[in-house]
């Protein structure tokens, strides 16, 4: 099974408001771009629509324009002047080339798109223009704009373009013309009319026929211009459509249209990002004010966290230490909210529970050094019995050395225990107490028990322990071992320390208890609370447990011997204490 994840209260609360302000946040963005959607498809219709009028107008005026040079192959002053078939005379002459150059001052007044016209007469050598009888014109100039044999065709020559016709036309086009029919388009006045289409600031349209051969854009910037050149061969074979491209890392819109009589094409460039701008624009402030909610969420979850959580934080860990025993109030600066009566009544609390704390521990106190006094008095007699047998036997005997010596020691005993009211003794005096207790015993079985008994810690000599902890142990092997079995017995009395914990073992050879019976006693020492018994092991037990707590007491295992080993358990903090 899984724990749950636990959050503290400063993310539950951040998580709460982005789960409040998130989806408003996310419908924003989402209208954002659906708008930009709209928006650019709109502006890729007006763009094309823009396209197919700017194409359909530009066609309709170069048919008008090629109609009216129509006219001019049947021009009968034309023909006579180029032909110059016969003589005519001077005045004659001038009057046709005026007729002729008002015609062309008409037909470049006709439309905004013509410059200027002009009329290459190659049999008298001469060219006209709206302006001059007699002009100067490369004959390399005549020769393209007389090659040109479709009257749709846009001439590039010298960086200006040109509409031509021919008389003859082109059924005779091996024939040198009467004469050629120049007009000389504005590129001026068609760069302006290309602007038209579309803002300048927001993208760029070109009139071209062939990329390699001519191209007037609504821009006059030469490396603007040059950076188009790969758009233009992108859109070959395609007319009337328009197409999202990337090109580098930037990315166009390209409406183009084809002319239905020609080859020219109309394109317009419009990099998406001016399209999105605006929207982008917002978009990018919708982002900013996202990340200003995050942060506001974030400052306004903190603050409650000054102001509510960390108060409480502290509440919490000042009950935590009180769940520990430490009984501590909570030092604060005044405070003028809920908090303050909250930690006012905490400290109130803190301080009943100390008291009555303290009234329990006396009390307490007082029931153990009353149970201590009961045991103690219960153990007292029971060694009396044994010694008055003991000394009878040996009064019996006529043996008056070793009564004298038995009597000696037993007073000896006896004035230890009545001599003085003292719960606590320190540990040499108990050990000094075990070994008169060992002589008087020696005495008793008469050789039959060997008593060893190492010298002791020095360090814990002033150790104060319980009266009588350490006899009870030794009593019950001569009781419970050497008394019933006929082998020679053996008790060992030593001491050691583990890791700041003091051992005080009593080990005998006995074969009286088995490891079940061994085991079985352990389970009575767990349960000493619950046992009625009042002397021998359980007495100790409970007595160390009184004085050391409850990870000291008595701890039963197989002596090195072969019998018990009975070994007390002290927990000290330092040798001595």
């Known amino acids: 099974m899984k724990r749950p994840i636990k959050m503290s209260i400063l993310m539950k609360l ?36 823009n396209n197919r009028f700017y194409m ?31 003589d005519i005379a001077s005045y004659e ?33 001469r060219t006209m223009s709206t302006t001059d009888y007699d002009i100067h014109r490369s004959p390399a100039e005549l020769t393209a704009l007389s090659a040109n044999l479709d009257p749709f065709h846009l001439v590039s020559y010298d960086k200006e373009l040109y509409m031509s016709t021919r008389y003859p036309s082109n059924i005779y086009a091996n024939r040198q013309p009467v004469f050629v029919i120049g007009v000389k388009l504005s590129k001026a006045n068609i760069q302006t009319s290309l602007r ?44 009337d459509a328009a197409e999202s491209i990337t090109l580098g890392k930037e990315k166009y819109l390209l409406s183009f249209k084809q002319s239905d009589k020609s080859n020219m094409t109309l394109l317009t460039i419009m990099p998406e990002e001016i399209i999105h701008g605006s929207l982008q624009y917002y978009e ?44 501590e109030p909570i030092v604060t600066v005044e405070r003028v909210d809920e908090f303050n009566y909250l930690y006012h009544r905490f400290n109130s609390m803190v301080g009943r529970l100390r008291f009555l704390i303290h009234q329990v521990y006396e009390e307490e106190l007082r029931n153990q050094r009353l149970l201590l006094k009961q045991l103690q008095s219960q153990m007292n007699p029971h060694f009396l019995f044994n010694s008055f047998f003991i000394l009878k036997r040996l009064i019996q005997k006529e043996d008056p050395v070793k ?64 009266r009588m902890i350490v006899l009870p142990l030794v009593e019950n092997a001569f009781k419970y071992v050497f008394h019933t079995t006929p082998k020679k017995g053996e008790l060992w009395i030593h001491d050691k320390e ?14 009286v208890l088995s490891d079940e019976e061994i085991d079985a006693l352990r389970g009575r020492l767990a349960d000493a609370q619950d046992q009625q018994e009042s002397t021998g092991l359980i007495n100790v037990h409970q007595r160390v447990q009184i004085e050391f707590g409850t990870g000291s007491g008595i701890e039963l295992s197989r002596s090195q011997l072969g019998g018990l080993c009975v070994a007390i358990r002290l927990q000290v903090d330092k040798p001595g204490e």
């Open 196 to 239: 038209n289409i579309v803002d300048p600031e927001q993208g760029v349209s070109v009139l071209y026929e062939d990329p390699t051969s001519w191209m007037t854009a609504s821009t006059t910037d030469a490396k603007a211009t040059s950076r188009l050149l790969p758009l233009l061969h992108r859109v070959e074979d395609v007319n």
């Open 93 to 125: 002459r001038t009057a046709k080339l005026i007729a002729i150059q008002k015609r062309l001052q008409l037909l470049k007044a006709s439309s905004n798109l013509i410059s200027e016209v002009y009329v290459y007469l190659p049999l008298i050598d």
């Open 498 to 511: 583990i890791d700041g914990t003091y051992w005080l073992c009593v080990e005998d050879n006995g074969d």
């Open 14 to 49: 951040i998580v709460t408001l982005l789960i409040v302000l998130l989806p408003f946040y996310a419908a924003t963005l989402w209208l954002n771009r659906e708008g930009s959607n709209d928006i650019r498809q709109e502006i890729t219709k007006s763009v094309v629509n």
């Open 284 to 327: 990018k402030w919708a982002w900013i004010m996202l990340g200003m909610a995050v942060f506001i969420i974030v400052a306004f979850s903190y603050s409650l966290l000054r102001i509510i959580h960390k108060p409480l934080r502290q509440l919490v860990a000042a009950f935590r230490r009180v769940e520990e025993g430490k009984l």
């Open 403 to 466: 009564a004298v010596q038995f009597t000696s020691y037993l007073s000896d005993y006896y004035r230890f225990i009545t001599r003085s009211g003292r719960d606590h003794i320190p540990l040499e005096l108990e050990l000094q107490h075990v070994h008169n207790y060992a002589d008087i015993q020696s005495i008793s079985y008469e050789g039959r028990v060997g008593i060893e008994i190492d010298p002791f810690d020095a360090r814990y000599s002033q150790l104060l322990i319980p």
């Open 56 to 86: 359909q107008s530009f066609d309709l005026e170069l048919s008008r324009i090629n109609q009216v040079l129509n006219n001019f192959l049947i021009d009968n002053d034309l023909q006579d002047i180029g032909n110059f078939v016969y």
